[in-house]
């Protein structure tokens, strides 16, 4: 089944936003649907159906394709998208190797906004070195670090809220999650002397990543212009960052400073990174946390103001480790923090930011749909998982829809019944490296405002924004009123 316009009717949809076409073309044409994108296709798998797959394809799971007499021509690169229980948990997609299932050909688009040089535009051996690196500046060792500056940080900016007002929650974690890694990640230069311009040039970034971005990254664009220019200027002011630190010889507890000084050890004769792959690896990483920090942070607010049971259960949760360890928020004391862990997490499942994540098929493999038919994917496809909707399968979680967050603790344990049932932060080979950071760091927001603020609701619940990249939650008025510090 095709939709839309030849040619440029899915290509429309698509712009803007997934969700849109994914909810039209499922309600449409069920199951497989091919969507033209220009001279690409895009073919979506829907329904539980696939539960019957696995059984049928020992590890080489997570493709259906539309009907084209049993073989997809090689020539059309298209996307197949899994939905369904068993191919939502796939061991095959998250746990095969960059030469099976592959990142670099799906995400290269985000080339113009990282840089050359780094993650996607580097082969995988240069890759998991860079990883390395980066992995180094998120050890619990350096975690130690970063918690008093979150805690600085988002003292300093409640501080200067007053003793009641209304706030939209999205707007505040935006900003002060990107306070709070422009401390711990860009460096103490950027955060006191240069916050307001490269916060300004993060944005033209962000903006230069729309759906079509997707697929003509290099479109010319204003927006894609905008980021260009953007990019261009985050690289001189770094580069003159690096530079005095490196004639100074100052060394700060930050990630920049872990790069400056990080060597490649099993790739490029083990040099020092260059300044143009310390930028480039920066701006990764704060992209890779700010939008999911900012969602995650707010949809747990959001969800804990709208049921008391669970914000009364997080602040006696602070009242007891206030009382036992005193009032200083610490790396060991957020660790310890169970039930704001399991609000944070069911947040997250009932509102996961990414819609879909993605590999490249390098090896040729054989599915059988739900009717018997049987088709060859040819290697050059890319699949695709969405937590969005296997986050919500009835037969892994129960009463999927409703906000439970001891859902997570014993005995229900239900994010382990399964493997990869929870995809919260990924998973496999290629989880999230940062996500003990990002707990730590929404962690140290939340604890202050269930100690210093009382919040309630002014608007109905928001619905998810299916029209951005990343999914949030739509605007939504919240009145907090400044209590007496526990």
Same mark, same amino acid.
């Given at each position: 089944?095709?939709?839309?316009?030849?040619?440029?009717?899915?290509?429309?949809?698509?712009?803007?936003?997934?969700?849109?076409?994914?909810?039209? %073309?499922?309600?449409?044409?069920? &199951?497989?649907?091919?969507?033209?994108?220009?001279?690409?296709?895009?073919?979506?798998?829907?329904?539980?159906?696939?539960?019957?797959?696995?059984?049928?394809?020992?590890?080489?799971? *997570?493709?259906?394709?539309?009907?084209?007499?049993?073989?997809?021509?090689?020539?059309?690169?298209?996307?197949?998208?899994?939905?369904?229980?068993?191919?939502?948990?796939?061991?095959?997609?998250?746990?095969?190797?960059?030469?099976?299932?592959?990142?670099? &050909?799906?995400?290269?688009?985000?080339?113009?906004?990282?840089?050359?040089?780094?993650?996607?535009?580097?082969?995988?051996?240069?890759?998991?070195?860079?990883?390395?690196?980066?992995?180094?500046?998120?050890?619990?060792?350096?975690?130690? &670090? *970063?918690?008093?500056? @979150?805690?600085?940080?988002?003292?300093?900016?409640?501080?200067?809220?007053?003793?009641?007002?209304?706030?939209?929650?999205?707007?505040?974690?935006?900003?002060?999650?990107?306070?709070?890694?422009?401390?711990?990640?860009?460096?103490?230069?950027?955060?006191?002397?240069?916050?307001?311009?490269?916060?300004?040039?993060?944005?033209?970034?962000?903006?230069?990543?729309?759906?079509?971005?997707?697929?003509?990254? *290099?479109?010319?664009?204003?927006?894609?212009?905008?980021?260009?220019?953007?990019?261009?200027?985050?690289?001189?002011? @770094?580069?003159?960052?690096?530079?005095?630190?490196?004639?100074?010889?100052?060394? &700060?507890?930050?990630?920049?400073?872990?790069?400056?000084?990080?060597?490649?050890?099993?790739?490029?004769?083990?040099?020092?990174?260059?300044?143009?792959? %310390?930028?480039?690896?920066? %701006?990764?990483?704060?992209?890779?946390?700010?939008?999911?920090?900012?969602?995650?942070?707010?949809?747990?607010?959001?969800?804990?103001?709208?049921?008391?049971?669970?914000?009364?259960?997080?602040?006696?949760?602070?009242?007891?480790?206030?009382?036992?360890?005193?009032?200083?928020?610490?790396?060991?004391?957020?660790?310890?923090?169970?039930?704001?862990?399991?609000?944070?997490?069911?947040?997250?499942?009932?509102?996961?930011?990414?819609?879909?994540?993605?590999?490249?098929?390098?090896?040729?493999?054989?599915?059988?749909?739900?009717?018997?038919?049987?088709?060859?994917?040819?290697?050059?496809? %890319?699949?695709?998982?969405?937590?969005?909707?296997?986050?919500?399968?009835?037969?892994?979680?129960?009463?999927?829809?409703?906000?439970?967050?001891?859902?997570?603790?014993?005995?229900?344990?239900?994010?382990?019944?399964?493997?990869?049932?929870?995809?919260?932060?990924?998973?496999?080979?290629?989880?999230?490296?940062?996500?003990? @950071?990002?707990?730590?760091?929404?962690?140290?927001?939340?604890?202050?405002?269930?100690?210093? @603020?009382d919040m309630e609701m002014l608007d109905e619940f928001p619905e998810p924004d299916f029209t951005s990249m990343v999914i949030g939650?739509?605007?939504?008025?919240?009145?907090?009123?400044?209590?007496?510090?526990?």
């Amino acid at each position: 089944m095709t939709e839309g316009i030849p040619l440029i009717g899915g290509l429309l949809k698509f712009s803007r936003g997934p969700w849109e076409l994914m909810n039209e %073309i499922y309600t449409k044409h069920g &199951e497989v649907v091919t969507v033209p994108l220009l001279h690409k296709k895009m073919t979506f798998l829907f329904g539980p159906s696939g539960a019957s797959f696995v059984s049928r394809l020992s590890s080489l799971v *997570y493709i259906c394709l539309s009907d084209r007499g049993g073989r997809c021509a090689p020539s059309a690169l298209s996307v197949s998208l899994a939905f369904s229980p068993a191919l939502a948990v796939s061991p095959h997609f998250f746990n095969a190797n960059d030469d099976k299932m592959s990142q670099t &050909e799906v995400y290269d688009f985000n080339v113009p906004t990282f840089g050359k040089g780094v993650v996607y535009d580097v082969d995988v051996k240069v890759r998991s070195e860079q990883f390395r690196i980066v992995g180094e500046a998120l050890r619990s060792a350096k975690l130690k &670090e *970063y918690v008093p500056q @979150f805690v600085e940080e988002s003292k300093l900016y409640f501080d200067k809220w007053g003793e009641t007002g209304v706030v939209n929650l999205p707007d505040v974690f935006g900003e002060l999650i990107i306070l709070t890694a422009s401390r711990t990640l860009l460096g103490k230069e950027v955060r006191e002397h240069m916050f307001g311009e490269v916060a300004d040039l993060y944005h033209d970034l962000d903006d230069g990543m729309r759906p079509i971005s997707v697929l003509f990254p *290099y479109l010319p664009t204003p927006y894609h212009r905008r980021r260009d220019a953007a990019r261009a200027k985050m690289a001189e002011i @770094f580069g003159k960052i690096i530079a005095g630190r490196r004639a100074s010889g100052t060394s &700060e507890p930050d990630m920049l400073q872990v790069l400056i000084d990080a060597k490649y050890q099993k790739v490029n004769g083990g040099r020092l990174l260059n300044d143009e792959e %310390i930028v480039g690896l920066l %701006i990764a990483v704060l992209f890779a946390g700010q939008h999911t920090s900012t969602i995650t942070s707010s949809w747990t607010g959001l969800q804990m103001i709208s049921h008391p049971d669970t914000w009364n259960a997080a602040v006696e949760e602070q009242k007891k480790v206030i009382k036992e360890q005193g009032k200083d928020i610490t790396f060991d004391m957020l660790t310890g923090l169970d039930v704001l862990h399991r609000n944070i997490h069911e947040a997250l499942r009932l509102g996961p930011p990414l819609i879909m994540v993605m590999r490249y098929a390098k090896e040729e493999f054989t599915v059988t749909t739900s009717k018997g038919k049987e088709f060859v994917i040819p290697k050059g496809h %890319i699949v695709a998982a969405s937590p969005t909707f296997s986050h919500r399968l009835k037969d892994v979680f129960q009463n999927p829809d409703a906000y439970e967050p001891d859902r997570f603790a014993a005995p229900r344990s239900e994010d382990k019944a399964k493997p990869f049932s929870y995809l919260g932060f990924g998973g496999g080979r290629h989880a999230c490296m940062g996500q003990q @950071f990002a707990m730590l760091q929404i962690k140290t927001i939340w604890s202050i405002l269930l100690r210093e @603020f009382d919040m309630e609701m002014l608007d109905e619940f928001p619905e998810p924004d299916f029209t951005s990249m990343v999914i949030g939650p739509k605007p939504c008025r919240v009145r907090y009123t400044r209590k007496t510090k526990l």
